[in-house]
């Protein structure tokens, strides 16, 4: 079956895709998004429409699209070995892409696990860290921390740390033994104070306290945090977290899906705030998209532990596709890439640019709440009035998102993502290899978008 035509290509969509995290309306639509190909910065959909790609696929494309190298060695590596598990055996792909990320990650995280997806990677850190401190002696350590509006994941375990209470409804019961404590929204260090007087770190302590610190196995945060947009912490934040753990042998897991491989304009955006966890998951830039490939990173003290312990012996825990030939090899491509195009570096020199273009942006416009972010990773949150705090209301929120920023998006050529999760936002996440020149022609489209929601909301 080869459709000739978009109607007929977005028929056949409607009648055997179903989609993920889409409104039965919009994938209805006559103006559903086909991406046919993409190079740079950019894609294009199946009528040859040129789209600036504002969020990397969805948090992905660090390298942008069309690499013929990350390509070859992925055709070079399926000719040669289209596949081969890591139960039992290793092949050289993996420990390639292994080694590579070991030397990128901070302090001693030098042992990885693969899996498939950035679900997948927060499921067996969940996994690890209880097996772990069973390893230990420890089984009743079961509890695991994560942050309110924090997304980690949609698998069971993962969907149960997420802090969106909506995600969760049509699938409860989920895992229990999970807490939440608040994110670092809105939140600065009192004067003369310092990360431990901030009402975040009471609430954590105020549960570690309930629960009992020799009950809690793991505390799971993202560098900065996606969902509620782009949440940067204050100075100190992530070594208070690192000294909470360290005082009642908690384990720290960093959830690094989106901000790891240079995001937030460091490899990993732990060692950006200076901190190493315990773990950290990683998965869609570790391909720039061109594979699927999920893991943690694990210090090396605690699977020697888990390993020479009576309880432990192995980490029991696998899955068929975990560091896939093909797709570690694509990762090892990726990184030699992104290093080759000093793309990391690139984030540093030009955040502040993209900043002072958003910052602008703010300015001009009354409806622009905040932009929040760093690096190449930011939102924009909208409001009625910046000014005087009114606030949209629900229905205002709920077009702006569904509608008018979905046309302004397509009238100005821009691909990326309205996002709901706590405030009413748009993100931004482009390549890391994007120039000023690209930084400079997105922040003209944020610009329009922030003109057709200045004008919806006063109309």
């Not at 969940?126 to 390893?135: G, L």
């Not at 192995?314 to 793309?343: K, R």
Request: some cysteine; proline content about 6%; charged content about 20%.
């Amino acid at each position: 079956m080869n459709p000739t035509s978009p109607e007929e290509l977005r028929a056949l969509a409607r009648k055997n895709l179903v989609p993920h995290f889409t409104r039965a309306e919009a994938w209805r639509s006559a103006e559903l998004p086909v991406i046919d190909h993409g190079e740079g910065c950019y894609v294009y959909d199946d009528g040859g429409r040129r789209y600036l790609d504002g969020l990397s696929g969805l948090f992905c494309v660090n390298i942008g699209h069309g690499r013929t190298d990350i390509v070859a060695a992925a055709m070079k590596q399926m000719e040669k070995l289209p596949y081969w598990p890591n139960w039992g055996a290793a092949h050289p792909s993996a420990i390639e892409a292994a080694a590579k990320i070991a030397e990128l990650t901070p302090g001693d995280l030098d042992r990885i696990f693969f899996s498939n997806s950035g679900s997948e990677a927060v499921e067996s850190a969940i996994k690890f860290s209880r097996q772990y401190h069973r390893s230990q002696g420890q089984p009743e350590r079961t509890v695991i921390i994560a942050r309110e509006m924090a997304y980690h994941g949609v698998t069971m375990g993962a969907l149960a740390l997420t802090g969106i209470p909506w995600y969760k409804e049509p699938f409860t019961p989920v895992m229990p033994d999970v807490r939440h404590f608040p994110n670092t929204l809105g939140e600065t260090i009192p004067e003369g104070g310092t990360a431990a007087d901030l009402p975040s770190i009471a609430a954590l302590k105020s549960i570690i306290d309930e629960v009992g610190g020799d009950k809690v196995a793991a505390i799971f945060a993202e560098p900065v945090q996606n969902s509620q947009g782009a949440l940067v912490p204050p100075d100190g934040y992530w070594q208070e977290l690192r000294a909470i753990c360290d005082q009642h042998g908690i384990l720290l897991v960093a959830d690094e899906v989106i901000c790891g491989f240079g995001r937030v304009g460091d490899w990993f955006g732990t060692a950006r705030f200076g901190v190493v966890p315990d773990m950290i998951t990683f998965a869609k830039a570790a391909t720039s998209g061109y594979a699927p490939l999920g893991g943690m990173a694990i210090r090396t003290p605690l699977v020697e532990a888990l390993w020479d312990s009576p309880d432990g012996g192995s980490f029991f825990h696998g899955n068929t596709w975990g560091g896939h030939p093909v797709a570690t090899a694509a990762a090892v491509a990726n990184i030699d890439a992104m290093i080759e195009m000093n793309a990391v570096g690139n984030v540093r020199e030009l955040e502040s640019h993209f900043r002072a273009g958003l910052d602008q942006v703010r300015d001009a416009h009354p409806t622009v709440a905040d932009v929040r972010g760093t690096g190449y990773f930011y939102a924009i949150e909208f409001t009625a009035d910046r000014e005087s705090g009114r606030s949209l209301t629900s229905d205002q929120a709920q077009q702006i998102v569904r509608t008018v920023l979905p046309t302004a998006m397509r009238e100005a050529g821009l691909l990326t993502r309205p996002d709901d999760r706590g405030a009413t936002m748009l993100i931004l996440a482009p390549p890391l290899i994007a120039d000023s020149a690209v930084l400079d022609e997105l922040v003209g489209q944020v610009d329009q978008l922030a003109t057709a929601v200045d004008a919806f909301v006063g109309s």
